[in-house]
């Protein structure tokens, strides 16, 4: 039994580790079918490959599930629900895309929505974080867009 208990430690140290790193679980929001097909012009890929890392969570104890719908170039990326979990909860979403400009929309169910424009230049990731908040104020989105990787902590 003691091997039993070791692998049990080991897996949970390995999922809590993953969790504070920002990737997602069984339970967290799935990709559209949008974005998973061969043919998409925005398409989710392995990280490695991705011209766009995009990060989505809900920040927001106020609403602790909110559902949230975000699309690029009208591809839509997810759509589900996105619980608070202690605000510390970004679900990762690596996407291929062309080389220029694009756009970014987002909609929560509590009304809150977002449009951005930003380029990727084809041969090197950009980074992009959506975060929900709706505590003391009215519910909004929140964009961040950058050339480095995103770390969380």
């Known amino acids: 039994m003691p091997m039993r208990s070791g692998v049990v430690f080991a897996l949970s140290l390995a999922l809590a580790a993953q969790g504070l790193s920002g ?20 398409r989710l890929v392995g990280p490695d490959d991705a011209d766009l890392v995009l990060y989505v969570s809900n920040q927001s104890f106020e609403d602790d599930n909110v559902r949230l719908k975000l ?18 909860n970004w679900i990762r979403f690596p996407l291929s895309l062309s080389s220029g400009s694009h756009d970014l929309t987002a909609e929560s169910d509590t009304g809150a929505t977002l449009r951005e424009s930003f380029q990727v230049p084809g041969d090197e990731a950009r980074y992009a974080v959506v975060n929900y908040w709706a505590d003391d104020e009215p519910p909004k989105l929140e964009w961040h867009f950058q050339t480095d990787p995103v770390y969380f902590s």
């Open 71 to 88: 699309a690029v170039d009208g591809v839509t990326v997810v759509d589900g629900d996105f619980p608070v979990k202690g605000q510390h």
């Open 23 to 42: 990737c997602s679980s069984d339970a967290d929001p799935t990709p559209h079918p949008q974005v998973t097909a061969i043919d998409s012009p925005v």
